[in-house]
């Protein structure tokens, strides 16, 4: 097995590259000469008052580089990936607050014991300077009942202490205050993170093996499952259950006490590698399960803050919150990686808008039935059951030249079709079902599909009378059908995702095509079984 690919010049300079490429596309940043020193760039404005030092080692990005400016953090010191920072830039980076004119340093630092080791030489040597120094260790980990002799690890809940200590930082709150008041706030705070698959330090391979399936509940900051939960994989609402009655269980040591009526902070964080779809739908899912419990969300920030590399995955973080936490957090602050949130309450906001009033279309139910109706039925019937049959196949043939879901967009009209069937009576004029069909499909099937299909049947229904010959109308439009189909192997797409392929690479037929010859095909063979 060889280290996965990863987008990079050299495994020894990435880490340096970067912070060169954060601080570059940041106006307020800058770089401490000779060190992995971020600091902001306007360290005059920190004269009087308290600067705040954090870090830890690279692969967590934004973190901890994204959380400096106002407001929050005043430097951050970066190890290599996964690994502490040395004790000497991290001593260079207090003593440069400090000459800035600090009234003193805050270091917030997670509970891992190089981190721990290293800041704390750090401090100790800073304050035979002259330095004033203090340090919070962040360690509001859940994942263990009974955490080992280290304690707890700090994982993405330090955002909360940097925002938090960066607020009353900015206000000119002195040192030990700021210590006193974010101490007493980390009580209140709890995570836990769950992994899809492992990360790998660049130049190395994956941090650890988890078989399809499977999921790593209570795994580290750098990507290792070090003593975490394997389970198998449920949907969103189960897994995002399951975080929550962990974190909260009151038979652990390490549980966030929760009851209904408290207000929480909440951080659903992507470790990586999930999409933006997923990460709405797990947030979405913690909301409601908060609320279930009777548990206020007065905030919620969704995405990526403490990463694991490319680690699929995410962590929940709740903060129980009162007013002046709220307050607090709601400050402004122009770090780059901080999300522009909304100071609204999420719990009790109206979050549904009404539709203005359109005229409705007609229904079928509006008709009577006749001697077509279950002619009619009984063929659409048979296409709904064609296309499910078919989903994965059109599907196949959409991947060569699509996005692969031609199957999944005509399976949702056949099942949209399906439920409209239970519900309603089928007229016996097909003018009128085409019409019925057409708002169906454009309102169901969604895609470039589902708007070519509400095309065709609304031309149709205008010209589709009783009297006509069905089957013999509908025997001439599979044969033309058919041969169309297999004609579009040798077509040149001008339009659609297929028109971006070179032509030569797309030899197969087109799916929408191959569906459109089926749907003829299954109502030609329900006709012609009732005759």
Known sequence: MEPKKKLINSVDSCVDEALCGLVRASGGLSLLRGH?????ADLDNLKGKVALLSGGGSGHEPAHGGYLGAGMLSAAVAGGVFASPPPASILAAILCLHHAGASGVLLIVKNYTGDRLNFGLAAEQARNHGVLVDMVIVAEDCAFDQPSK???RGLCGTIFIHKLAGALAEEGCPLDQIVSKVTEVLKGIGTLGVS?????????????????GDMELGLGEGGWKDGGEREKVASADELVKTMIDHITNPDSQSHLPLKSGDSVVVCVNNLGALSCLEMAVVTGAAIICLENRGVVVARVMSGSFMTSLEMAGVSLTLMRADQETLRLFDAKTSAPAWPNLSSVCVSGRSYITDPQAVSPRPHADTHSEGPLSPVMRKALERVCSTLLEKQEE???LDRAAGDGDCGNTHAQAAKAIREWLQDHVVPDCPGQLLSVLAGLVQEKMGGSSGALYSLFLTAAAARVTEGQNIAAAWARALCVSSSGAEST??????AGRASYIAAERVTLPDPGAMAVAAILRAVLESLEGQK
Do not use: W
Request: with cysteine.
């Open 36 to 40: 992995r020193v971020v600091l902001r």
């Open 196 to 212: 899809l698959s492992p990360c790998s330090v660049p130049g190395c391979l994956p941090s650890f093996d988890l078989p399809p």
């Open 489 to 494: 192997r040798n077509l040149t797409a001008m």
């Open 150 to 152: 280290a304690g707890r």
């Open 394 to 396: 059109l599907n196949s």
